[in-house]
């Protein structure tokens, strides 16, 4: 049995309780975290200098089978990977990256961009042939709806001398169909 007037319980006592009150005078916000976090990321030359700051996240929708938990009817994660940006005024495409957290940083000159899938980096023509028509499942909707879906961004923005584009982006799927809103599906549903 515990005693508890023993001088080492007393001392672990009045440890936690004055530990706990100097976290409460002590609260940082996620933000300060974060901003505190990116600047020692700077000064360590880890990432550089940025005017430019993208978190990508994509959404994935529950498609059946047993009842769903919350979790499994909101799932999402951070769309790490290549995407391709487009200078709009001298027409020049490069390959960025997002990072573990989907997140891309860049520091761009003044100008009109554009941020987009790799898998539309391709002319029209290609696209369509690679997308439309999926198999017996599947209807597939006009030519029209596949030029909107290709010539759609992730994200247009401006940059010029005072200009700093922090944002999120968020993009989904649909079931049996995926990334690809011209398709619909016409086959069989999970129970």
Same mark, same amino acid.
């Given at each position: !049995?515990?005693?508890?007037?023993?001088?080492?319980?007393?001392?672990?006592? =009045? =440890?936690?309780?004055?530990?706990?009150?100097?976290?409460?005078?002590?609260?940082?916000?996620? $933000?300060?975290?974060?901003?505190? $976090? #990116?600047?020692? #990321?700077?000064?360590? /030359?880890?990432?550089?200098?940025?005017?430019? %700051?993208?978190?990508?996240?994509? &959404?994935?929708?529950?498609? /059946?089978?047993?009842?769903?938990?919350?979790?499994? !009817?909101?799932?999402?994660?951070?769309?790490?990977?290549?995407?391709? @940006?487009?200078?709009?005024?001298? $027409?020049?495409?490069?390959?960025?990256?997002?990072?573990?957290?989907?997140? *891309?940083?860049?520091?761009? %000159?003044?100008?009109?961009?554009? @941020?987009?899938?790799?898998?539309?980096?391709? &002319?029209?023509?290609?696209?369509?042939?690679?997308?439309?028509?999926?198999?017996?499942?599947?209807?597939?909707?006009?030519?029209?709806?596949?030029?909107?879906?290709?010539?759609?961004? @992730? @994200?247009?923005?401006? *940059?010029?001398? &005072? &200009?700093?584009?922090?944002?999120?982006?968020? =993009?989904?799927?649909?079931? =049996?169909?995926?990334?690809?809103?011209?398709?619909?599906?016409?086959?069989?549903?999970?129970?």
């Amino acid at each position: !049995m515990m005693n508890y007037k023993s001088p080492i319980y007393l001392s672990i006592l =009045f =440890f936690l309780v004055f530990a706990c009150s100097s976290v409460k005078n002590n609260v940082t916000t996620n $933000k300060e975290i974060t901003e505190a $976090k #990116l600047e020692v #990321l700077e000064e360590m /030359g880890i990432i550089e200098q940025h005017n430019v %700051e993208v978190q990508i996240t994509q &959404t994935f929708p529950y498609c /059946g089978g047993a009842a769903p938990t919350e979790e499994m !009817m909101n799932q999402s994660r951070p769309a790490n990977g290549n995407y391709i @940006l487009v200078n709009k005024t001298s $027409k020049q495409k490069s390959t960025v990256v997002a990072d573990s957290t989907g997140t *891309i940083y860049l520091n761009l %000159e003044n100008g009109e961009y554009s @941020l987009r899938q790799t898998y539309k980096d391709m &002319t029209f023509e290609e696209f369509y042939a690679k997308n439309s028509g999926k198999g017996n499942s599947f209807i597939s909707r006009d030519i029209d709806c596949y030029r909107k879906w290709w010539e759609n961004n @992730l @994200l247009d923005f401006t *940059i010029n001398d &005072t &200009t700093e584009v922090k944002t999120k982006v968020t =993009f989904g799927s649909a079931c =049996f169909t995926g990334n690809n809103p011209c398709l619909i599906y016409t086959g069989p549903y999970p129970p």
